[in-house]
């Protein structure tokens, strides 16, 4: 189920995710995020490759929406310098802190296209997606990036 889209916006770039539950939403927020630096469409199948693992965590607040913008913002920093990708490997949610370990490799056959200057909260939103019946088949999040 997990995907994810480009969103028309007027100047930014946006885009839309979906996830069967918050860490795969954090997951595939990641890949759209490091797509778009890359050109990519979302149809692009990433050849990942072995690379430096490395873990990062941030602090939690009170909101899912705001903790996504923050753990993107620290996905941007950690893998904008060269040509470089994260595969996130594992996301976990505690009650104070968001810890997640990566594989952070160089990419040779892509430069970045777009310079992404931040993960803003404009239009900022996550959302139950819901099966005719009413029950919950997973999160969708809007996020617009700021280029």
Known sequence: ??????????A??????EGENIVELFKISSLAL????????PETEIHW????????????SDREDRDLVSWLEEV??????GS???????VSISDDQI????????????????????VTHHDLE??????????????WARVILDV
């Not at 810890?99 to 931040?118: C, G, T």
């Open 12 to 17: 930014d770039v946006g885009f839309l995710a």
């Open 84 to 90: 470089s990708m994260l595969r996130i490997i594992c």
């Open 49 to 60: 490759e072995e690379g430096e693992q490395i873990s990062f965590s941030i602090s939690r």
């Open 1 to 10: 189920m997990a995907s994810w889209s480009i969103l028309p916006t007027t």
């Open 99 to 118: 810890l997640s370990e990566a594989v952070k490799f160089e990419i040779d056959e892509f430069e970045p296209v777009i310079e992404i200057k931040a």
């Open 34 to 41: 490091q797509s778009i630096r890359y050109g990519l469409a």
């Open 76 to 81: 941007n920093w950690l893998s904008e310098t």
């Open 126 to 139: 996550i959302g139950v997606k819901e099966s005719e019946d009413g029950s919950i088949i997973g999160l």
